[in-house]
């Protein structure tokens, strides 16, 4: 089957509100994606306050069942933010339904803040669901001419020792939010406190690459920020293009991945901020020993194999609004919102 796959997202006003369990909730329209998928991963802007907290559940077609994916809660000391583990359809952050799936609506539960009563305020959430084999082949460069963005350098392992070893998605999301210009006030460039990131996009469960996490945060940054998959890296160079530089998740072994400071990794994120004049990446690589060193190019058809075979075409896409997203999505993103 060919590589299909369709993100969607609704703002508050397009769903409707209902009852959980005696708590408020916002429910999404049903979305029928045009194809079987067999996975989905959600993203969101709910912004909470002083202990409140939202509850994010996805639901089949046909099916009464609703599952949980997430509760949210937003900060550095919250306590309701985790995945859970409870589901055996569920992993962390994907949402793979036995059999697959046609259709499918997001739920979003309300829970009150125990000081102050208040409720979250949803924003915008949405989903991107795929299906198909990724392409085998490398693509081919859209054009022959060099972009690269002036995405800052920051290092993960510049904190290696408070725990930055594991911290490779913070310290991604942090250097696009530096390009954006939307790092939380009292930062800059060169001084971003990766520790105080990942506080904001710990999971107890899982850890700090929770890919739902780290957009949500960034969303309440920069207004947008999500979860998607891309075709190829055609895909990533419309992006650069736009202006927008992206983190994607790769994995690869020893020697896949030329130049690369890991010796290989099951998983770990990368900002994709340029390409070269043949097509080859230019990345900021968080793993690197110094932010002097994050900066590194890497031949296309491993970057891109790594990234394909690794996630599926996982990113990031975190810009701000007057950031338009470039067209030519094939579904895989909104630009028409």
Partial sequence: MARRIRYDAWSATDGKRSRHDGDPAWISPWYEPGFGFADLVSSWRVDTEAGSWAEIAVQRGGEQRWHTLAHWESGRRAAHRTSLGDDPEVDTDIWRPTGGADAYRLRVTLHPSSRTGRLPTVGCVGAVVSAGEVRSTTSAPLRRAGRVLDVPRLSQMTWAEDGGRGWCSPTAVSMVLAHAGTLPPGTDSTSADVAAAAAEVADPAYGEGNWSFNTAWAAQLTGHAFVTRLHDLRDAERFVDAGIPLVVSVAHRRGEL????????????????????????????????????????????????????????????????????????????????
Avoid: K
């Fill in 258 to 337: 030329r130049g690369a400071p890991t010796r290989g990794t099951a998983g770990h994120l990368v900002v994709v901020r340029g390409f070269t004049a043949g097509g080859d990446v230019v990345a900021n690589d968080p793993a690197a020993p110094t932010a002097r060193s994050v900066r590194r190019t890497y031949d296309r058809g491993e970057l891109e194999h790594a990234w394909l075979h690794g996630s599926g075409g996982l990113v990031y896409v975190v810009h701000h609004e007057a950031q338009a997203l470039p067209s030519g999505g094939r579904g895989a993103w909104l630009s028409r919102r």
